[in-house]
């Protein structure tokens, strides 16, 4: 998505691990993250952004300041890590972040310009 425009990294304020509902709800949609590594956001501290996506409320409060001119957007997200129940209870909330989350990158794509 607008790859030719953007390039995007993912990261949080704490480590832990790529969930594997995580990874088969965006296998279903042809992307495969099973290779990636949960990371913190020390390592992007430094770097040039034009912008940061928080993701979850508790991210918002704790996320540092970048330097320079960067715009903060708030995609206000449950966290699906924190679904309960049997995996196919779970997947549902997996699939409905990962939707919530390309509906919003389409809408910040769309307007931003060529």
Not at 28 to 38: F, K, L, N, P, T
């Amino acid at each position: 998505m607008a790859g030719d425009r953007f390039e995007a990294h993912s990261a949080g304020t704490e480590a832990t691990e790529v969930r594997p509902l995580a990874i088969a709800a965006m296998g279903e949609v042809g992307i495969d993250i099973s290779g990636a590594q949960s990371k913190t956001l020390d390592r992007y501290l430094a770097g040039p952004w034009d912008y940061v996506v928080t993701v979850c409320d508790q991210a918002a409060e704790s996320c540092p300041n970048f330097p320079g001119k960067v715009e903060r957007l708030h995609w206000s997200l449950p966290d699906p890590s924190k679904a309960t129940g049997f995996e196919e209870d779970q997947l549902p909330v997996y699939r409905a972040t990962r939707d919530r989350i390309r509906s919003s990158i389409e809408e910040l794509t769309s307007r931003t310009p060529r």
